[in-house]
């Protein structure tokens, strides 16, 4: 009987985060829900990435908190936040987001973070409409928890291994950490990050900036954008044809790199584009030397 019980509720749960998710894909917003024990380090994760996230360009971003003095942290390096009082439960569910939704911008933004709450079992059970679930381990919770609380390491799609400035101190074994994690998880992206050193947070910021663009293009917003781009090239190649075009692709305001695409305003082209560009151009050229036989 019980059994039935826990199924409906989750059941129930699964249809709330599909319409947030719904809700999310329709306005182009990445979201990422953070998961961990107690104190392993999500606001001090979020403290990090979101400023480094904002400065590049990369990322509009707002992040949803559960928990009491944690707001402020993260309001104070420029992200706004919206904070949820989950009265005691253990875990975020789709209907406390759902519930916050209207306070959220949806359309100006291009990532939401949500830090759940601080608890190795029940978050990794319920979706609120994330794109990924990402986990945050410290090294000082110790070497047993991948195998002792695997559903966290199977639904997360990357693991951060906080608090590696303290691995002079403690009797730890990473190695068997990552065994294990892998071994309940064989795509989990691991990352060793230390949040007081900022060892390892580059990787980290750009995975998840490479994440989002990959996410972006495939939503209309992007694909506006990208057509807009690909024509505003085509025009300047017509005018401004052989080494010009060539000084114009490096030079002007279409960037070099994807990461730094700017996916909320300018027009801006990564390399993949430009190579997509290219090939296009090869298979036309292709295409009329056999029509032409
Ligand atoms: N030594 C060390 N302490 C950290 C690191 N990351 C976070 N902390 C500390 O761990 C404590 C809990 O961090 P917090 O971000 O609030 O964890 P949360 O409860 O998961 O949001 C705070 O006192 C942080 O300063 C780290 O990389 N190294
Ligand atoms: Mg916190």
């Known amino acids: 009987?019980?059994?039935?019980?826990?199924?409906?509720?989750?059941?129930?749960?699964?249809?709330?985060?599909?319409?947030?998710?719904?809700?999310?894909?329709?306005?182009?917003?990445?979201?990422?829900?953070?998961?961990?024990?107690?104190?392993?380090?999500?606001?001090?994760?979020?403290?990090?990435?979101?400023?480094?996230?904002?400065?590049?360009?990369?990322?509009?971003?707002?992040?949803?908190?559960?928990?009491s003095d944690d707001a402020e942290r993260i309001e104070r390096c420029g992200a706004p936040v919206v904070q949820i009082?989950?009265?005691?439960?253990?875990?975020?569910?789709?209907?406390?987001?759902?519930?916050?939704?209207?306070?959220?911008?949806?359309?100006?933004l291009d990532l939401l973070f949500i830090e759940n709450v601080g608890n190795l079992v029940c978050p990794a059970e319920f979706k609120v409409g994330e794109d990924i679930?990402?986990?945050?381990?410290?090294?000082?919770?110790?070497?047993?928890?991948?195998?002792?609380?695997?559903?966290?390491?199977?639904?997360?799609?990357?693991?951060?291994?906080?608090?590696?400035d303290l691995a002079p101190y403690l009797d730890v074994d990473m190695e068997k950490i990552r065994r294990d994690a892998l071994s309940l998880n064989p795509k989990l992206r691991i990352f060793e990050v230390s949040c007081k050193t900022g060892a390892g947070l580059t990787e980290w910021i750009d995975w998840?900036?490479?994440?989002?663009m990959k996410r972006l293009m495939t939503t209309h917003q992007w694909y506006d954008l990208r057509d807009t781009a690909i024509r505003e090239v085509r025009m300047k190649k017509r005018t401004n044809r052989s080494k010009r075009n060539r000084r114009f692709l490096k030079h002007s305001h279409i960037s070099r790199s994807l990461t730094s695409i700017n996916f909320t305003g300018r027009l801006l082209l990564g390399p993949n584009l430009q190579r997509q560009e290219q090939t296009r151009h090869r298979k036309r050229a292709r295409m009329t030397f056999f029509a032409k036989p």
């Not at 799609?157 to 906080?162: E, G, P, Q, V």
């Open 208 to 212: 998840l900036k490479e994440l989002i």
């Open 1 to 67: 009987m019980k059994v039935k019980v826990v199924t409906k509720i989750l059941e129930a749960n699964e249809r709330i985060a599909l319409e947030n998710r719904r809700l999310f894909d329709k306005s182009g917003v990445y979201v990422i829900n953070l998961m961990s024990g107690p104190g392993a380090g999500k606001t001090s994760i979020l403290e990090k990435t979101c400023p480094r996230l904002q400065e590049s360009g990369s990322a509009s971003l707002k992040a949803i908190l559960a928990g």
């Open 133 to 164: 679930k990402v986990m945050v381990l410290s090294i000082a919770e110790g070497h047993d928890k991948p195998l002792k609380y695997p559903l966290m390491f199977q639904e997360s799609s990357a693991l951060l291994l906080n608090k590696i």
């Open 85 to 108: 009082n989950t009265g005691g439960a253990c875990h975020l569910d789709a209907n406390m987001i759902s519930e916050v939704l209207g306070e959220i911008p949806l359309q100006d």
